[in-house]
């Protein structure tokens, strides 16, 4: 690639992106239902996932969601603003750096707000904010996507 | 018992195929609230130039699993798994899962640190195909939380 920035628009079919736009936005809804398929999907049977008891009993406030989880759904809005395909990430990172509990009766809302953090020849690096109450819970939470991608 | 320091640089044999259904797929695409069709719907996949549905960016933990489990079964170890918590977690990709994949994953630990008491554990853990291509590597870091 010899382009450099601001001649991303000169890639055929590839719309221009700014630094700091969003590209991306979504709230999820969880509940403990969310939690007990995702244990079953992925495997991950700690029980801190799904009793509110062994939770406190290690000094938690109760039913958390698997960091695991949060970090696979931050990344779906991108999924879904690359078309659906994931093959155009290149590599994805987070930090796990707060819980997110998920009251049994009111659930928890993660929001995921997903802005272009870097453009340089070999794509962008999507960077992802994504809180709960209001609070970060994902440090360092950046997507890499190949050039030519969106 | 203390993460032992002679940790670093130490590999674990490949883990066993593990065979990439498509139910699989669907369900953890379901689990994590992916909602592409090309997670879901294998015509949608084949018209994308899939040979079956994808697996969404975060399935590999369930092959890299495996791996991890290798690593903390090991006494000479000395990784308290009841200490553990996880502290960042990346995937760098050289092409997607598909259904149909048999995978075998390789964990070699990468560095081990100190912090306040505390141990950070990095592995990584490769995941190839049947030709022996690799398709994504895995990348834990664990802290393990020292005496109180």
Redesign the interface.
């Known amino acids: 690639m010899t382009h450099r920035h601001g001649d991303e628009a000169a890639y055929s079919g590839q719309a221009a992106l700014e630094i700091g736009q969003v590209v991306a936005e979504q709230t999820f809804e969880l509940t403990r239902d969310t939690l007990v398929r995702y244990a079953g999907a992925s495997g991950d049977f700690n029980p801190i996932h799904y009793r509110d008891d062994t939770a406190q009993g290690v000094g938690l406030p109760g039913v958390l969601a698997h960091g695991m989880l949060t970090m696979g759904l931050a990344v779906q809005p991108v999924v879904d603003w690359l078309g659906g395909d994931s093959g155009k990430i290149v590599d994805y990172q987070v930090r796990f750096t707060r819980p997110v509990p998920v009251d049994a009766e009111a659930g928890a809302s993660v929001t995921v707000v997903a802005k272009v953090g870097v453009l340089d020849d070999a794509g962008a690096r999507i960077d992802l904010t994504v809180t709960f109450n209001d609070e970060t819970v994902l440090g360092k939470a950046q997507v890499r996507v190949a050039a030519g991608s969106w | 018992m203390p993460v032992n320091p002679e940790l670093q640089g130490r590999s674990y044999p490949a883990t066993s195929p593990y065979l990439v259904g498509r139910e ?1 797929v669907r ?2 695409a ?10 879901l719907d294998p015509d ?1 996949a084949r018209a ?1 130039g ?1 040979s079956d549905v ?1 697996a ?3 399935f590999p ?2 092959v890299q ?1 495996h791996t991890l489990a290798q690593l903390l079964g090991d006494p000479d170890a000395g990784i308290d798994f009841s200490r553990v ?9 050289t ?2 899962i598909v259904a149909g994949d048999e995978l075998t994953a390789t964990l070699t630990v990468t560095s081990v640190k100190s912090l306040g008491g505390h141990s950070m554990v990095t592995a990584e853990s490769a995941i190839a195909d049947a030709t022996g291509a690799h398709v994504v590597t895995a ?1 834990s870091t664990l802290v393990v939380r020292g005496d109180e």
Do not use: C, M, W
């Open positions: 699989k369900e953890f379901r689990a994590v609230l992916a909602t592409s069709p090309l997670n949608a994308a899939y994808v969404p960016p975060t933990v369930v699993e918590v996880h502290g960042d977690q990346r995937f760098t990709y092409r997607p990348i």
